[in-house]
């Protein structure tokens, strides 16, 4: 299975940008879709964005929609997830995602897991 490994978390003040990055074992263009999710303490976790695995089409969350961005670099096998005007309500711990399907914002339709980084806003 692809490995993933997230780095780039991290504290910041709100209002700051931050940018995560998600190092895959192997090319996910045309082969794989990619995703972060979040999950904060006593909550499910849930997407925030997602991308077609040949394409630019891209899913984001209502809370991330004009705020976050993700992005793939597939010379470098990265994923990013770019996080503009960040809240506290953001906080918490950021995964990335692989899934051999279509580009689907579904926990249960992704099989390779990063182990998750830290997001920490304050205000």
């Known amino acids: 299975q692809v490995q993933v490994v997230e780095s780039g978390g991290g504290s910041v003040q709100a209002g700051d940008s931050l940018r995560l990055s998600c190092a895959t074992s192997?090319?996910?263009?045309?082969?794989?879709?990619v995703a972060w999710f979040r999950q904060a303490p006593g909550k499910e976790r849930e997407c925030v964005a997602s991308?077609?695995?040949?394409?630019?089409?891209?899913y984001y969350a209502k809370f991330g929609k004009g705020r976050f961005r993700i992005t793939r670099d597939n010379a470098e096998n990265k994923v990013f997830l770019q996080m503009n005007s960040p809240k506290p309500e953001d906080t918490a711990i950021y995964y990335c995602?692989?899934?051999?399907?279509?580009?689907?914002?579904?926990?249960?339709?992704?099989?390779?897991w990063g182990q998750g980084h830290r997001v920490t806003v304050s205000s």
């Open positions: 991308l077609y695995k040949n394409r630019a089409s891209t």
């Open positions: 995602a692989v899934t051999r399907s279509v580009m689907t914002n579904s926990v249960g339709n992704y099989d390779c």
């Open positions: 192997e090319n996910t263009f045309g082969r794989y879709a």
